[in-house]
């Protein structure tokens, strides 16, 4: 762990409310038209009052009890001004000095010793979400800006973390334990693809020896975890050459280009912005009863680490397997659903972390989009279990069954792929790969265990993968012995 290294995040979450934070538009900005779920109140028309969505603030309360954060009974609004395209009124409500929560903390286990690291979280803040630009070009040049505005007003939350995060791989790991906790809260879904979870980091390398922080540089357009695991690492390289070199890190903002692998330059950041704060006037203060608070947190849900102590002791799962299934909140659903009807949690497991979601990768697709149902998946297993259909079998089923929606019990009857239990036919089969290899018998008969295995190989070869390994072997073994 690299010690000089400090890095500090600002994660935007877009609470999951069906209206947007001051007025009563959809907050769905995605699979609708531009510019149609607006209002004068979201486009900032002269005369319209903004008024507060309680959810919002229920949904933002919650998130700062699981990061352990204290509650402000009392906090204010304020006007923060700027001029972008996107803003409509040349200003954003958000919090500024009394925030809705401060204060929290996070616990992280890092690295193969899982050692535990507390990073701070300095504040939670509400505040209203702008627009979107669409840029138009023509060979690479930009020729024309677009607006929509559908998604001005979507309540945001933002979470600012102390300095505390020492490297890429802990940033990692703080994010993603921070998606699991919104998405098992109802929070937020966590999808960083499409912007609902949005975050920008500041990174800079303090002095080993006299411990002075470093100047900073903030990095932006991030949309994956793993293009902030590199934006960070190539951020913290560039850096430490500079200063190697004996050259000056600029204090700037950053943005990461994908395509080049590199963070490129935005804008200087020699003076902080003036956004001139100022207490929104159409807004009384918010103020919350701790009657609320407790009221929501006796309410809260199972977070992800108390799910996973359940999957232990529960289906005896490990550590590993537990964690990797309770990350994403579905993923977990998905495995109690199938572990109704399906009892060898450790094959579930398997079949879920190895098969499930490599083709759910390889598809670009969503556990909640995928055609392999968790009831289709047990009962994949249980056919196997039955000695319907080989292991191997399974595999191929199961590529139909994703390509096809179909159950697994359809595509077996159709394929006439069922396991061959007759032992005359599998004999004769037999038979006929012992006297194409009369190597591996004599290797077999002298001692030599492992050339079996070569032969059972090529009896399931011959057979298509559809005679039980544990028959094969048994008849091999008997008629080589003989």
Known sequence: MQEDIVIGLEIHVQLLTKSKIFCHCSTDYINQKPNTNTCPV????????????????????????????????KNFFHRKNYFYPDLPKAYQISQY?????????????????????????TRAHMEEDAGKLVHLGKNGLVTDSLV?????????????????I??????????QNLRSIVQYLGVCDGNLEHGSMRCDANISIRDPQSHQMGIKTEVKNMNSFRAIRKALDYEICR?????????????????????????????????AHDYRYFPEPDLLPLIINQSWINEIKNDLPELAKDRKERFIRNFGLSNYDASRLVEIKLLGDYFE???????????????????????????????????????????LLQLIDKRIISGKIAK??????????????????????????????????????????????????????KAVNFLVGQVMKQTEGRAQP????????EKMNK
């Open 42 to 73: 979201c486009l900032g028309l002269p005369g319209c009052l903004p008024i507060l969505n309680r959810k919002a603030v229920e949904l933002a309360i919650r998130t700062a009890i699981a990061l352990n954060c204290r509650i402000n009974n």
């Open 97 to 121: 000095d009394f925030p809705l929560a401060e204060e929290g903390f996070m616990e992280i286990m890092v690295g193969k010793s899982r050692q535990k690291r507390k990073i701070g979280i």
């Open 148 to 164: 929509d505005f559908n998604r001005c007003g979507v309540p945001l939350l933002e979470i600012v973390t102390q300095p505390d």
């Open 166 to 175: 020492q490297s890429s791989e802990e940033a990692i790991i703080f994010l």
């Open 239 to 271: 850096q430490r050459k500079l200063i190697e070199n004996g050259e000056k890190v600029s204090q700037e903002t950053r943005r990461w280009d994908e395509t080049e692998n590199r963070t490129i330059t935005m804008r200087s950041k020699e003076e």
């Open 337 to 379: 659903k199938a572990a109704e009807d399906y009892k060898d949690y450790k094959k579930l497991t398997n079949w879920i972390l190895s098969e499930l979601l490599r083709y759910l990768g390889e598809n670009n697709i969503d556990i909640r989009e995928s055609p392999i149902s968790a009831e289709s998946l047990a009962e």
């Open 396 to 449: 191929s089923i199961f590529e139909k069954m994703f390509k096809t929606g179909q159950r697994a019990s359809d595509l077996v009857q159709n394929s006439g792929l069922t396991q061959m239990s007759d032992k005359d036919e599998i004999i004769v089969i037999i038979e006929k790969v012992i006297m194409d290899n009369i190597q591996s018998v004599e290797d077999y008969r002298s001692g030599k265990e």
């Open 470 to 477: 544990d028959l094969v072997l048994a008849l091999l073994k």
